[in-house]
């Protein structure tokens, strides 16, 4: 279910400021932890939730940016803003999974001795709790607002909680049968995790960049909906893209030749509520055609 967009907007905003305040809490405590155990699994979590505390501020800026009305300089509005800041994100991503696999291969071959470890697996317990609370309350905000920015933060904090429990396993094998190595293997595949997420922020917010469609079966949803009409004889150039929060479908239909004007104007009206009955924030376009004919509308 989606929600107006006041209500919607006030969700996004207030999911940004959530993941600030989060990042800045953990970063603060591994700060510490990391000091007192000189962990490099703990260490690579350190750099995560910064880049973390770094890609929320720019989703703060975009989402406040994405929901800005539509203007005369940009009449489809600014839900571009969102695709870009999951390209930012995707880029501190990168830059946090390079850092670690740089300290964690100098570890793997110059192992340390981890100490303080219950400190360390004490302030992993304090980071999962706060960062699944943080990605629950994300979930909620993405069953009522559509948005590609909170949708990527939400993947990656995902990946936080994964990443911490994986920290307190290293821990415990560093300490307990005392396999240093296991903190950079750790670190190692932490790393990993975070340059597959990275791909997959990078590919969705590119597709919305790139206007890419949407899936086939929303398209052949549209089409189910325009054809109810027992007007509309065919249909053709069905259209879609995806800006933000909000998406834009275009479509022809093909009505009886000789019906009036104002009778064509109302089936395409009555058609344009139904489908944005189904696709809520979405803009419909629609155009009339005589039935069988087809016109080359491709950019020339």
Request: cysteine-free; proline content about 4%; hydrophobic content about 55%.
């Given at each position: 279910m989606t929600?107006?967009?006041?209500d919607?907007?006030?969700?996004?905003?207030?999911?940004?400021?959530?993941?600030?305040?989060?990042a800045?809490?953990?970063?603060?405590?591994?700060?510490?932890?990391?000091?007192?155990t000189?962990?490099?699994?703990?260490l690579?979590?350190?750099i995560?939730?910064?880049?973390?505390?770094?890609a929320s501020?720019?989703?703060?800026?975009?989402?406040?940016?994405?929901?800005?009305?539509?203007?005369?300089?940009?009449?489809?509005g600014?839900?571009?803003?969102?695709?870009?800041?999951?390209?930012?994100?995707?880029?501190?991503?990168?830059?946090?999974?390079a850092?670690?696999l740089?300290?964690?291969?100098?570890?793997?071959?110059?192992?340390?001795?981890?100490?303080n470890?219950g400190?360390g697996?004490?302030?992993?317990?304090?980071?999962?709790?706060?960062?699944?609370g943080?990605?629950?309350?994300?979930?909620?905000?993405?069953t009522?607002?559509n948005?590609?920015?909170?949708?990527?933060?939400?993947?990656?904090?995902?990946?936080?909680?994964?990443?911490?429990?994986?920290?307190?396993?290293?821990?415990?094998?560093?300490?307990?049968?005392?396999?240093?190595f296991?903190?950079?293997?750790?670190?190692?595949?932490?790393?990993?995790?975070?340059?597959?997420?990275?791909?997959?922020?990078?590919?969705?917010?590119l597709?919305?960049?790139?206007d890419?469609?949407?899936?086939e079966?929303?398209?052949?949803?549209?089409r189910?909906?325009?054809?109810?009409?027992?007007?509309?004889?065919?249909?053709?150039?069905?259209?879609?893209?995806?800006?933000?929060?909000?998406?834009?479908?275009?479509?022809h239909?093909?009505?009886?030749?000789?019906?009036?004007?104002?009778e064509?104007?109302?089936?395409?009206?009555?058609?344009?509520?139904?489908?944005?009955?189904a696709?809520?924030?979405?803009?419909?376009?629609?155009?009339?055609?005589?039935?069988?004919?087809?016109?080359?509308?491709?950019?020339?």
């Open positions: 929600l107006a967009d006041d919607a907007g006030k969700l996004m905003r207030l999911a940004t400021y959530a993941s600030v305040a989060t800045s809490i953990l970063i603060i405590a591994k700060v510490v932890a990391w000091a007192m000189d962990s490099v699994a703990l690579s979590t350190l995560d939730s910064t880049l973390d505390a770094a501020l720019v989703n703060l800026w975009a989402i406040r940016h994405a929901l800005t009305p539509a203007d005369h300089e940009h009449r489809f600014h839900g571009k803003a969102e695709p870009l800041a999951g390209l930012g994100q995707a880029a501190f991503i990168v830059g946090s999974g850092l670690l740089i300290e964690a291969f100098s570890r793997l071959f110059n192992p340390v001795a981890v100490e470890g400190i697996i004490a302030v992993m317990v304090f980071s999962i709790v706060l960062t699944y943080l990605v629950r309350f994300q979930a909620y905000v993405l009522r607002a948005s590609v920015a909170i949708a990527a933060d939400s993947l990656h904090y995902t990946g936080d909680v994964l990443i911490n429990g994986s920290v307190i396993v290293s821990l415990l094998l560093a300490m307990g049968p005392g396999w240093t296991a903190d950079p293997l750790f670190a190692l595949g932490i790393a990993g995790f975070l340059l597959w997420n990275a791909r997959s922020i990078a590919l969705d917010s597709d919305m960049l790139m890419r469609e949407m899936p079966s929303d398209r052949e949803r549209i189910a909906i325009a054809r109810a009409h027992p007007m509309v004889r065919n249909l053709h150039d069905v259209r879609t893209r995806l800006s933000g929060q909000h998406g834009f479908i275009q479509l239909l093909e009505l009886d030749a000789h019906l009036p004007l104002i064509a104007h109302d089936i395409a009206d009555t058609v344009e509520k139904a489908i944005m009955e696709f809520p924030n979405f803009e419909v376009i629609i155009h009339q055609d005589p039935v069988g004919l087809r016109e080359d509308h491709r950019f020339r």
